[in-house]
C-alpha cells in the first residue's frame, strides 16, 4: 500500500524537497526490494541516483549507492556483484571526502 501511495511522487517533486529528503525514487527502491522486486527496485534506484546527482546532493547520491549496493547483493546474480562493490567504493569515496561518518559506519 505505501508503494502504491509513494509512486506518483518518484519524478514529480519540487528539487528543494528532493534536496533535503532525496529523491523519493530512493525510497520506493527500497520498498520494492523489501517486497522482493529486484528488477523494479533497480529501476528506481537509477532514478534516484539521476535525481539526486542531478540537484547535486551528495548525501543522498552516496546513500541512494549504498542502498542500491545492498539490493544488488540480495539480488545475488554474479554480474550485480560487481556493480554493488563500485557503487560501495563512489559511495564511500563521497563519505569520506564530506565527513558522512553515518554513512562511513
Not at 1 to 15: K, Q, S, T
Request: charged share 25%.
Amino acid at each position: 500500500m505505501l508503494y502504491d501511495r509513494v509512486l506518483p511522487y518518484e519524478r514529480g517533486v519540487a528539487a528543494v524537497y528532493a534536496w533535503i529528503l532525496g529523491s523519493p525514487a530512493r525510497s520506493l527502491g527500497v520498498l520494492a526490494t523489501a517486497l522482493g522486486r529486484y528488477d523494479l527496485a533497480e529501476a528506481h534506484f537509477e532514478v534516484a541516483l539521476e535525481t539526486n546527482e542531478h540537484i547535486r546532493a551528495p548525501y543522498w547520491t552516496a546513500r541512494t549507492q549504498l542502498e542500491f549496493a545492498e539490493m544488488l547483493h540480495e539480488r545475488g546474480a554474479s554480474s550485480d556483484l560487481s556493480r554493488a562493490d563500485a557503487l560501495v567504493q563512489r559511495a564511500r569515496q563521497v563519505a569520506h571526502k564530506r565527513g558522512y561518518q553515518g554513512l562511513l559506519a
